[in-house]
């Protein structure tokens, strides 16, 4: 299959539009496709190949922060549009088969940020992030034609009740309760727009890919500190928002919808504030059986990967993005996982300030994503990892860190269960 690319359309770019005008705009996106595809592949006018790469560099060298970020997008992004095509994907009929839906989509998101854009492969072929967006580009076609076959026979895209095979462990009934015990204004609490019961959406609109986009994009760049990073500089952060630009470019975001082309990081913060506000907090009011099925099996497909409880994440999410009193959702959590987001509170976001540890954090979370790889695809998925590791600085000495990053995490496996027992008898 030949390269695809969003092609530049004519129409009106964010930055010439005041943010009701912006919001007036998406709210109706939900009717209009993604970008046609450009074959002779050539850049926006608007790209910016260094602030592109530093954009890259801000992602490796604060990686677990970043996808913390991102795991906290997904957990708050019960969207309608995305929902019905999650579910029409087959790729969560399992925590299993979300695991490895999630390992593939994690490695994609990091070949992103390792990758060049429109450089050539030093062997003079397309380079990874080619590669990776075609595979992306390819699943949308094909999701999106699936859809609109089922939608032209009159047939209901997708039913939660058709997979059973899961265990409903994410805390939704607490947090439920948390959520509308909280101080959050009733203007919050209404229905997405996302959400509306409309009849003449498309499969990968507008509207959800631009959301979809701020599950990646948004946090960073409004929560910087509650993500442990530190002082971030807002040129980092500015680099980091114009990669997402054009990655949403590249999965067929037009300019108009492009949250993340904006004319400088103030203006991006208002339009991410109010995607924050309006869209986000509001589905979480009114997730429904569908979006709470894929929510559980998403979470469970996570800890898969990341080792996170449900309940934690869920947690998390209250507490860290929402920052709302979520005491039911705390007494959800068995004692294990209270010990763990005791020692999250305290310990995590110190650890991913620091360089050094920051650094074995990042090895541990690659080298824990290759062996779920490994399990999930063969032993073929160790290739991929070849430029991966040598971006990140791991391609001499790998087997040191393993060792170090091994013995560290026994080391916090013996500490943690000293506490358990000291806790316990005390």
Same mark, same amino acid.
């Given at each position: 299959? #030949? ?16 943010? %009701? ?14 970008? +046609? ?6 850049? @926006? ?36 549009? #995305? ?16 695991? =490895? ?22 062997? #003079? ?24 076959? =089922?939608?032209?026979?009159? %047939? ?61 994009? #948004? ?6 500190? &509650? ?34 082309? &904006? ?18 907090? @509001?589905?979480?009011?009114?997730? %429904? ?29 209250? +507490? ?23 020692? +999250? ?9 620091? @360089?050094?540890?920051? +650094? ?13 790889? =490994? ?52």
């Amino acid at each position: 299959m #030949g390269e695809v690319f969003a092609k530049k359309t004519n129409s009106v770019c964010p930055s010439e539009l005041n943010i %009701e005008e912006f919001f007036l705009d998406l709210k109706g996106a939900r009717t209009i496709p993604p970008a +046609k595809i450009d074959p002779d592949r050539k850049p @926006p006018a608007w790209l910016d190949f260094n602030l592109a790469r530093r954009g890259q560099q801000f992602a490796r060298n604060n990686l677990p922060s970043i996808s913390i970020s991102h795991m906290f997008g997904l957990a708050s992004s019960p969207y309608t549009d #995305g929902i019905d095509i999650l579910l029409l994907s087959g790729n969560f009929s399992t925590p299993a088969s979300a695991t =490895k839906r999630y390992t593939s989509t994690i490695t994609e998101i990091i070949t992103w940020y390792t990758d060049p854009f429109w450089e050539s492969g030093s062997d #003079g072929n397309i380079t990874d992030i080619y590669k990776s967006l075609n595979r992306v580009r390819a699943l949308h076609s094909a999701l999106a034609c699936a859809a609109s076959k =089922k939608i032209s026979r009159g %047939e209901i895209l997708s039913d939660a009740s058709e997979f059973s095979d899961y265990a409903p462990t994410a805390a939704w009934a607490a947090a439920k309760k948390d959520l509308n015990n909280s101080n959050i204004p009733p203007s919050q609490r209404g229905i997405a727009p996302s959400n509306e019961k409309i009849f003449n959406a498309v499969p990968f609109n507008q509207q959800i890919l631009a959301l979809i986009q701020f599950a990646f994009i #948004g946090f960073p760049i409004l929560f910087p500190e &509650r993500l442990g990073i530190s002082c971030p500089n807002e040129d980092d952060l500015s680099a980091f928002n114009h990669l997402w630009a054009i990655l949403g470019y590249l999965v067929g975001i037009e300019d108009k919808y492009n949250i993340a082309l &904006r004319p400088n990081l103030k203006s991006a913060r208002e339009v991410y504030r109010g995607i924050f506000e309006r869209y986000a907090i @509001p589905s979480l009011f009114h997730a %429904e059986k569908d979006a709470i099925f894929v929510a559980d099996v998403t979470f469970q497909g996570l800890q898969g990967i990341t080792s996170i409880s449900p309940n934690i994440l869920m947690y998390w999410t209250l +507490k860290d993005i929402l920052q709302i009193q979520a005491t039911n959702t705390y007494n959800a959590l068995t004692f294990t996982e209270k010990i763990i987001s005791a020692a +999250k509170d305290h310990l995590m976001f110190d650890v991913l300030k620091n @360089p050094i540890s920051r +650094k074995l954090s990042t090895f541990f979370l690659l080298n824990t994503l290759l062996v779920v790889g =490994k399990e999930n695809f063969g032993p073929q998925y160790a290739k991929r990892f070849d430029n991966i590791k040598k971006s990140f600085g791991f391609s001499d000495g790998y087997e040191y860190f393993e060792r170090v990053v091994f013995g560290l995490v026994w080391l916090y496996k013996i500490i943690l269960a000293a506490f358990i027992f000291v806790y316990k008898a005390f």
